[in-house]
């Protein structure tokens, strides 16, 4: 009898602890990264302003599961129309300043597009204050569907 003992007590105490979790009780939960823990006027998904220049060049990174993933690409936007866009490093299957093919020539207003997808499951959005474009931005179209995600990264903006 006494050995049982400190198993119903562990037993006891359990359940205890247990049934206090999920069951109603308000649980706190951090901000996440495109989250502000206090309100503000900042624009959130959907409400994004263009980015106005005409003409401009910028550093891209696609991150998808696709075979070009993360290796950058010199984009060249002129009259708000990719002109030219080249591989900025040597990777796999190309040298720096390939050309690279016409499904990445992405200018940033498609990126801040990416980032007012109010249809899709999750958005992440880095847009530092007073800076006219994003950084980055992350999108899951489809919580129920693997590898579809796909995140961008802005840099090296140069206007002009």
Partial sequence: ??????????????????????QGTPVASDPGPSESPTPTASPTVGTYPAFAPPDYAFTLKVSCFCADAGQP????????????AVWARTGRGHVEGDPVEKYRWITINDVIDAANDTGAAQVDVTWPAGQDWPTSVYVDQSKNMADEEIGYTVSDVAVG
């Fill in 73 to 84: 690409i010199r984009v060249t936007v002129a009259g708000g129309k990719v002109s030219d």
């Fill in 1 to 22: 009898m006494r050995a049982a003992l400190p198993a119903v007590v562990v037993t006891v105490a359990t359940t205890f602890l247990l049934s206090a979790c999920g």
